[in-house]
Nanobody, 121 residues
């Protein structure tokens, strides 16, 4: 019943920027945890960033200082702005959501289909 749809992926040169968006079909952003994950070929899925209902964020060490997660509850949209992209950032990026707060360490019940980000040297 909750549908997430990512957009904004593409190809970019190293050092460039991309912004990803995730549109959520149901208004759960105000009281839910949202996150971005990524999975590169040959690697396990990695949690990139999370944002809770009051704007508290977490980031993977690999993206700290380069990526910013944010949410616009009025637009039911989650964002990930990525700066200073590296080839190692190449992955399929997924948005995920749960009706529980990030503080409750939720298992993410809802996932988008993913959007590919490719960073070339």
């Amino acid at each position: 019943q909750v549908h997430l749809a990512e957009s904004g992926g593409g190809s970019v040169q190293a050092g460039g920027s991309l912004g990803l968006s995730c549109l959520v079909s149901r208004s759960i952003l105000s009281t839910s945890c949202m996150a971005w994950f990524r999975r590169a070929r040959g690697k396990e899925r990695e949690k990139v960033a999370t944002v809770d209902s009051v704007g508290v964020t977490t980031y993977a060490e690999s993206v700290k200082g380069r990526f910013t997660i944010s949410r616009d509850n009025a637009k039911n949209t989650l964002y990930l702005h990525m700066n200073s992209l590296k080839p190692d950032d190449t992955a399929m990026y997924y948005c995920a959501a749960d009706t529980y707060s990030c503080d409750l360490n939720p298992a993410f019940a809802y996932w988008g289909q993913g959007t590919q980000v490719t960073v070339s040297s």
